[in-house]
């Protein structure tokens, strides 16, 4: 294990180790990057940046207690990296994305179908894997679904007759359980984003960032072990409640 990868874990959480490791690349591109910028140059600063928004503003709401809320923008940043991995490898897409003006979308028939969603998930599948860019309880929530609301804004509670149900909690509160999953989504959505960004960098033969990429695969090892972990808890107490009932 090398000291950089010794010092973030002993001094960083895993999440935390996530977003400085796009911070320095961001730091890093905005040095080396020829001006003035191409489009694919300028595409990337834009998602990489609100990417680290998002993450830090999610973050921050989960610190206060509003998951929902936080639930909502790990939604949003796995759309924006949806879009940024369907740009990355098609000049025309770029080009078009970057020429939008307020009413493209519904006027250009041509570029409402390039850009729906449906579609943006497609091309990004296409390049970086079936299972990638989707979380359907996530993005129900974009839409107002019942269930979703219930399901994020909400608080598991235990009836006398030891069933759960969920309350729904307009206002803040606090539940472990709620902070860790969506901890654990945002590392997930920054590690998919920098790994959309490795590739790239791979298949246009463009110089590694090995240092970083070091860390960002001890963070992945590390997050697998930490679902492993949660996928054993929620095991362990669906059993729990079976014999209560």
């Not at 910028?37 to 990337?44: A, G, L, P």
């Not at 990417?51 to 206060?64: N, T, W």
């Not at 269930?147 to 149900?165: C, H, M, N, P, V």
């Amino acid at each position: 294990m090398s000291l950089f990868t010794k010092v973030f874990e002993k001094f960083f959480t895993p999440t935390d180790s996530v977003l400085f490791i796009l911070r320095q690349i961001v730091s890093q591109e905005n040095k080396k990057v020829q001006r003035p910028m191409s489009i694919k140059d300028q595409v990337f600063f834009i998602f990489a940046n609100r990417m680290i928004i998002d993450a830090e503003s999610a973050l921050l709401l989960l610190k206060k207690g509003y998951y929902g809320s936080a639930y909502s923008l790990i939604a949003i940043m796995l759309r924006n990296e949806a879009m940024f991995a369907s740009l990355i490898s098609d000049e025309a897409r770029l080009t078009a994305f970057w020429n939008e003006e307020k009413d493209t979308y519904q006027t250009d028939r041509g570029f409402y179908d390039s850009f729906k969603e449906s579609c943006v998930r497609k091309v990004a599948q296409k390049e970086f894997g079936a299972d990638a860019f989707h979380k359907s309880d996530l993005e129900k929530l974009l839409h107002g679904s019942c269930y979703a609301i219930r399901k994020a804004y909400s608080q598991k509670k235990f009836g006398e007759d030891g069933k759960s149900y969920p309350l729904i909690r307009m206002g803040k509160f606090f539940d472990k359980n709620n902070k860790r999953n969506a901890d654990l989504l945002v590392r997930g959505a920054l590690l998919d984003f920098l790994g959309i960004i490795f590739t790239d960098q791979q298949k246009s033969s463009k110089a590694a960032y090995k240092r970083e990429y070091a860390y960002y695969d001890a963070v992945i090892a590390k997050t697998q072990s930490d679902i492993a972990k949660e996928e054993r808890r929620l095991t362990r107490v669906s059993n729990e409640q079976k014999i209560i009932h």
